[in-house]
């Protein structure tokens, strides 16, 4: 069986890791456990040492996603699991993910349902990005923001320069992975309430995620974002076109701005499908 790392990014969460680690090592024995602790303040690093597991630290705070990137470069496993310190995940769904992994996926992503969700606002926010990266990758995304998941270690390494330093790491390395072709399983599974308080502001990090999901659509498929922008452009011309045809029988300049804004638009997208290409070429 390939060798296991389990990566626990965690921000002062000495609280949840004190009963969540022994649990961790009880569930997998023969894990590599890593703890990288994003600057905490509290006493991580002695919960980590009588738990005996791995310490990462960092002199300063540098983001969960600059945490998840750390410990994936230190981790020595051929497979990866991810999941956060503050105590929502359980252990016992770790074997529950590896499972999929073994039937030939090379991510597995735990989606949590709807009772799960931090509050009916976070709730609906998670059901728009879930909506919107399905359209955009053309493959259903059960839960676009979750920590929890399983990946080969090979596989997500090739992402880490596109991974961003803050919390919105699971979604650029699932539209990553989608892009690839590298299969994704998505795992129901039952999320408890954190311990202690969350480091995610809702309105700051909401518009983060949507910002980063039409970022990363255009790493995935740019033509799926600037070909309805050029077509709205053209439709836009047309009508104003129509409308001053029939009231002076002439062509403005508005009309012809229009169009050429949407052949300037559609010509930026193929450009930007041939970038899209270049970023995943894997050499031989």
């Keep these: 069986m ?4 389990i990566v626990l990014p965690a921000k002062n969460e000495a609280g949840a890791l004190a009963t969540l680690l022994p649990r961790l090592r009880t569930a997998q024995p023969d894990a590599e456990i ?18 005996g597991v791995q310490h ?26 991810f999941m956060d310190g503050d105590g929502q995940h359980d252990p016992a769904d770790v074997a529950r993910l590896l499972e999929q992994l073994d039937r030939g996926y090379d991510m597995v992503v735990g989606a949590r ?5 931090a509050g009916v606002g976070r709730g609906v926010a998670n059901t728009i990005y879930n909506w919107l ?49 590298y299969p994704v399983a998505y795992l129901p599974i039952k999320a408890g309430q954190r311990v202690g308080k969350s480091h995610i502001k ?16 255009t790493l995935y498929s740019p033509l799926k ?41 559609f010509l930026i997208g193929l450009v930007s499908e041939q970038i899209t290409a270049l970023t995943y070429r894997r050499d031989a």
């Design 34 to 51: 890593i703890v990288v602790d994003d600057g905490s303040t509290d006493n991580t690093p002695e919960i980590c040492t009588s738990a």
């Design 2 to 5: 390939s060798r296991l790392s």
């Design 133 to 181: 990266a399905t359209q955009m990758t053309g493959h259903e995304v059960a839960d676009l923001t979750s920590g929890f998941r399983a990946v080969r270690a090979d596989k997500f390494r090739e992402f880490l320069h596109l991974l961003p330093n803050g919390f919105s790491y699971p979604t650029t390395s699932t539209m990553a992975f989608f892009r690839s072709a």
């Design 225 to 265: 974002l600037f070909a309805p922008a050029s077509a709205v452009f053209f439709l836009l011309g047309l009508a104003n076109y129509a409308w001053t045809f029939s009231h002076g029988g002439r062509l403005t300049n508005m009309s012809t701005l229009m169009w050429s804004a949407g052949v300037i638009v």
């Design 113 to 117: 349902d709807w009772d799960s969700q």
């Design 56 to 81: 990462l630290a960092s002199p300063y705070s540098m983001g969960n996603g600059a945490a998840i990137k750390r410990g994936a470069r230190a981790a020595t496993g051929e497979l990866l699991v």
């Design 202 to 217: 809702p309105l700051k990090d909401g518009i983060r995620f949507l910002l980063i999901i039409f970022k990363i659509a």
